[in-house]
């Protein structure tokens, strides 16, 4: 009679783990930690996708701006790890964020985990068209005559336009003074409306004031020509600054504890998703190229760039304004 209870209650205590329904059963959260309209934002969307397509349920994407992608990375790494909130990581969240905000309500590092990287793209150094210079070179020879009166815009504090310029800045040796926005939207208003002098930003958003004149693209940031605008310089060329590069990446990441099925069916998703004519010819439109990496692959690039710049922002002085 012992045995037989003792088998009952060891059937009873089994069945809520047997009964677990199989991973997705329902919609899964993709947060998109900047506003609508930028290249972030696509990206987003091209990944919710191509994961939905793989696992069979719908990917409804929120978008969360703010603090330079951390507002949104906090809801993500607060969330229930139970494989339904997903989190677009970005550079400017995973590794360049941290480093000027100290008092985040979350660990990048413990709190969230890396799942897989989708793409990148290069920033774009662009100009007003009526500012009187038509290189980059020739904008940093205006700022050294005129230190901290240039103007220059980036998407938001700690963001990759934010830390590349001031790593661009420092390593010129010239002061321009910034002026964050909360997204690409409102930056480029400004830009176009005369009110900057300067934006630093992923490229691709600007690309089609840039074929219309309405702005000047004055170097990019990536270590050879871009595809997207191969008349461009690199920033390493056109400011004499050999070795200078910055690429900006996507992937995705989730909370900690989330069970690895989830991670291997998300990573296995992007990784053949983002492999795929068809989603590179998508990016190819919006002047970002695809670059999948696997789980392992993906940790180790986040923790290198983690470590990089944190020793810029640290040699470079580089303050959350």
């Known amino acids: 009679m012992m045995l037989a209870r003792r088998a009952l209650v060891g059937t009873l205590l089994a069945a809520p783990a047997l009964a677990q329904p199989a991973w997705p059963n329902r919609p899964v959260r993709l947060v998109v930690p900047f506003p609508p309209g930028g290249a972030t934002d696509a990206v987003g969307r091209l ?4 994961i939905a397509a793989h696992i069979g349920q719908p990917v409804v994407i929120e978008n969360r701006g703010g603090a330079g992608g951390n507002l949104g990375a906090e809801l993500a790494a607060k969330s229930d790890p139970d494989g339904y909130t997903l989190l677009i990581t970005t550079i400017s969240a995973a590794a360049m964020g941290p480093h000027l905000y100290p008092r985040l309500g979350y660990d990048p590092v413990r709190d969230l985990v890396p799942v897989a990287q989708s793409c990148h793209v290069c920033n774009g150094v ?94 990019v940031t990536s270590p050879e020509k871009w595809f997207a605008a191969p008349e461009a310089p690199t920033v390493a060329e056109a400011a004499g600054l050999p ?79």
């Open 47 to 50: 990944t919710g996708q191509l």
């Open 126 to 219: 662009m100009a007003r068209p009526d500012l009187p210079v038509r290189t980059l070179r020739e904008a940093l020879d205006l700022a050294r005559r005129r230190p901290g009166e240039l103007v220059y815009g980036s998407p938001g504090n700690g963001t990759s336009g934010h830390l590349v310029a001031e790593y661009l800045n420092f390593t010129a040796g010239v002061q321009m003074q910034h002026v964050p926005y909360r997204g690409t939207a409102p930056l480029m208003t400004d830009l176009l409306g005369g009110r900057l002098d300067l934006v630093h930003d992923n490229l691709p958003g600007y690309l089609p004031a840039i074929r219309d004149g309405k702005a000047r693209l004055l170097a």
């Open 243 to 321: 070795g200078f590069s910055a690429m900006i990446w996507w992937g995705v990441q989730v909370p900690t504890g989330t069970p690895g099925v989830v991670l291997d069916k998300v990573a296995e998703a992007m990784v053949r998703g983002f492999a795929q004519p068809e989603a590179r010819e998508r990016l190819h439109q919006l002047g970002i190229e695809p670059a999948p990496l696997g789980r392992a692959e993906f940790t180790a690039h986040v923790a290198a760039e983690y470590r990089k710049w944190g020793e810029v922002v640290r040699a470079a002085g580089i303050r959350a304004d």
